[in-house]
Nanobody
Framework: QLQLVESGGGLVQSGGSLRLSCTAS????????IGWFRQAPGKEREGVAC????????YSAESVEGRFTVSRDNAKDLVYLQMNDMKPEDTGVYYC???????????????????????WGQGTQVTVSS
């Protein structure tokens, strides 16, 4: 059974950087879509960044564009979320997920309503202090 594990979260000052990692136990990260999501207290979960398995195209939400980058290391079977110039509003629990999009449009993997994410990690806490 696939289990996703996130790591790399922690406390960082505003303007700082963190790199999150997502790995799979019991299987590989060979999926059509791999996404990073976050949820802040009292807010809905939102897609942050994602990468498509077939063509490797990566997408970022407008709120993190230019600051966050998703990438994968196929040799290590890891997916990363590099977060730079972090802001207090980036605080939240970050999750990775894998699945298959229901539509073939750019950026579809950012939306969990039109991408069937079947497995989710337990999440890692990210806190950005001002």
């Amino acid at each position: 059974q696939l289990q996703l594990v996130e790591s790399g979260g922690g406390l960082v000052q505003s303007g700082g950087s963190l790199r999150l990692s997502c790995t799979a136990s019991g299987s590989t990260l060979d999926y059509d879509a791999i996404g990073w999501f976050r949820q802040a207290p009292g807010k809905e979960r939102e897609g942050v960044a994602c990468i498509m398995g077939r063509d490797g195209n990566a997408y970022s939400a407008e709120s993190v564009e230019g600051r966050f980058t998703v990438s994968r290391d196929n040799a290590k079977d890891l997916v990363y979320l590099q977060m730079n110039d972090m802001k207090p509003e980036d605080t939240g629990v970050y999750y990775c997920a894998v699945g298959r999009p229901w539509r073939s449009v750019p950026g579809v993997c950012l939306n969990s309503l039109i991408t069937d994410y079947t497995s989710w990690g337990q999440g890692t806490q990210v806190t950005v202090s001002s």
